[in-house]
Nanobody
Framework: QVQLVESGGGLVQAGGSLRLSCAAS????????IGWYRQAPGKQRELVAT???????NYADSVKGRFTISRDNAKNMVYLQMNSLKPEDTAVYYC???????????????WGQGTQVTVSS
């Protein structure tokens, strides 16, 4: 079993920054990759960024150049630095444990409780 806990959400003005954290515990040796998802009200959950165990990162087009995903394997932590935030970034952000294969991310059924990010215009 893997437990994931997100933190760092909040209310920020457009153009501002936030850093989300995801703390992993439990059978972390089984985690190959971590993904950050977000879900806005009335919308489907979407994959925002992923990072492999080797540090290879991928991003959704909507956040490229603004968000940076990173990980500290020694601390079992993954971060999502979000800059130049826009109102459309408002959502609940979740981290997920998964795997990457041939450039694609496959989510395991390990999710955190989510952290709310609200960007005001």
């Amino acid at each position: 079993q893997v437990q994931l806990v997100e933190s760092g959400g909040g209310l920020v003005q457009a153009g501002g920054s936030l850093r989300l954290s995801c703390a992993a515990s439990g059978s972390t040796f089984s985690i190959n990759a971590i993904g950050w998802y977000r879900q806005a009200p009335g919308k489907q959950r979407e994959l925002v960024a992923t990072i492999s165990s080797g540090g290879s990162a991928n991003y959704a087009d909507s956040v490229k150049g603004r968000f940076t995903i990173s990980r500290d394997n020694a601390k079992n932590m993954v971060y999502l630095q979000m800059n130049s935030l826009k109102p459309e970034d408002t959502a609940v952000y979740y981290c997920n444990a998964g795997n990457t294969l041939s450039g694609s991310y496959y989510a395991y059924d390990y999710w955190g409780q989510g952290t709310q990010v609200t960007v005001s215009s």
